[in-house]
């Protein structure tokens, strides 16, 4: 992960939001499988927001399986070799996605050593999402972490085992596991790597709606430890975070590990779980979401992207402060 981070310049830009694109194109996520019901129902919807985010600056877009679980393809009565190969077509519309935009980009440029400088400036990834056993639920106890005492390791484990075989043999490049709420959860994910041995790394990626803890209440310091001592995980940090909570999260994961920080906070709405909608939070709103992304930068996070509610534009303006932000940087340097 350094070597990528520095062969894009020193950071890397996350994608933003599916759900959210995929809504405004007119997809319906009103299903518990929410945007994995498109890999099914639309997919050219999905590979055309993959190259909105790319077109937008992003380094790494992540798969549209999030909530596809080979458990929930099994509930809508598809097969189990229908599943695999739904989650294996989630990371290749986004491969296919950025073949698109390299050959784009190709076309435009009309020097072959120009384009390939260009190439060299923007290298993608493409992470397989993985969503915590909450978002299976669809309950939306990724927001509350408890799963109650029912749910052990040794559950998790084997709800997530054949998924992220399938996804580490799929052609992506890294494993994303995104908004894990718990100890409970990072532990399963951290011994699913050893013992099944995927062989691509992976990042964990917590959630927080206190600044101080992951929402289940666990330290965000133990979580982001367990992430350090795997040696697979090449990057840890926090999605689906109201903005103002970033800064002291980045501060007290620093703390604990020296792995690249990736940050993808939400828009800071608040997701209403009965209601399956956002609402407008009261309090303190985070309307200046990208003014945040330099201090952030600066406090160590070296991945920076959205997660719901953002979009491409977003995406584009944490990329211009970004390389606005690197280059005077470099001009203070030389
Ligand atoms: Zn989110």
């Not at 229908?82 to 950025?98: D, F, M, N, Q, T």
Request: glycine fraction near 8%.
């Amino acid at each position: 992960m350094t070597d990528f981070i520095g062969k894009c310049g020193g950071y890397a830009v996350i994608d933003g939001g599916l759900a959210t694109e995929l809504e405004r194109h007119g997809a319906n996520l009103n299903d518990p499988l929410w945007s994995a019901k498109c890999l099914v129902t639309s997919p050219q919807l999905i590979r055309r927001v993959h190259l909105d985010y790319l077109e937008a600056g992003a380094n790494i877009i992540i798969s549209s399986s999030y909530q596809a679980t080979l458990q929930g393809f099994e509930a809508k009565g598809l097969s189990r070799v229908e599943g695999e190969a739904l989650l294996r077509k989630s990371v290749e519309i986004a491969c296919e996605a950025r073949e698109i935009y390299y050959s784009r980009d190709a076309k435009v440029s009309s020097a072959v050593i120009e384009n390939r400088e260009n190439l060299k400036q923007h290298p993608v990834f493409v992470g397989a999402s993985v969503g915590s056993y909450g978002a299976y639920l669809a309950d939306g106890s990724e927001y509350s972490g408890i799963y109650g005492d029912a749910v052990t390791l040794e559950t998790l484990k084997d709800f997530h085992r054949r998924r992220v075989q399938v996804l580490a043999e799929s052609g992506a490049d890294l494993i994303a596991f995104e908004t894990i709420p718990n100890k409970l959860e990072a532990k399963a994910y951290a011994e699913l790597l050893q013992e099944e041995d995927i062989k691509i790394p992976a990042w964990f990626s917590f959630n927080s709606k206190d600044g101080t803890n992951v929402v289940s209440g666990d330290s965000i310091s133990e979580c982001a430890s367990i992430a350090d001592s795997c040696k697979q995980v090449v990057a840890v940090g926090i999605n689906c975070t109201p903005p103002r909570f970033i800064h002291g999260l980045i501060q007290a994961i620093r703390e604990v590990t020296a792995k690249p920080i990736l940050i993808y906070p939400n828009s800071g709405e608040t997701y209403d779980a009965d209601r399956k909608e956002w609402v407008q939070s009261t309090g303190v709103v985070d309307e200046d979401f990208v003014s945040y992304v330099g201090k952030w930068y600066e406090a160590g996070a070296s991945l920076i992207g959205g997660c719901c509610r953002t979009t491409p534009n977003t995406i584009r303006a944490i990329s211009k402060a970004l390389s606005s932000r690197s280059s005077s940087v470099t001009t203070l340097e030389f």
